[in-house]
């Protein structure tokens, strides 16, 4: 009886565990890389610069390696102004 148990709850695991590895692969599939002149304006506090870059088509949900969007990046560095215009669009 206890070795059924372990054997479910292992299996149960294992489920569990192969769900979340295909969710986190699928986020890093379906996720468009942010593009340098995007993160560099978004830095800078560069509000023309971001809306030529969305004007362009630019993603403004794109995220970098680590996950970090534009808007993270410009609200880290204390871009108000861009901040507010960005979240107002």
């Known amino acids: ?29 379906a996720a468009a890389d942010i593009s340098p002149e995007m993160l560099t304006a978004a830095r800078d506090g560069d ?6 870059l969305i004007a362009k088509g630019e993603d403004v949900n794109a995220t970098s390696a680590d996950g970090v969007t534009a808007l993270m990046v ?6 108000g102004p861009l901040v507010c215009k960005w979240i107002k669009r």
Request: with cysteine.
């Open 47 to 52: 509000v023309d610069a971001v809306r030529k």
């Open 1 to 29: 009886m206890l070795r059924l148990r372990l054997t479910q709850t292992s299996r149960r695991f294992s489920v569990h565990f192969m769900s979340g590895v295909l969710v986190l692969l699928c986020a890093f599939v």
């Open 74 to 79: 410009a609200a880290g560095r204390g871009r």
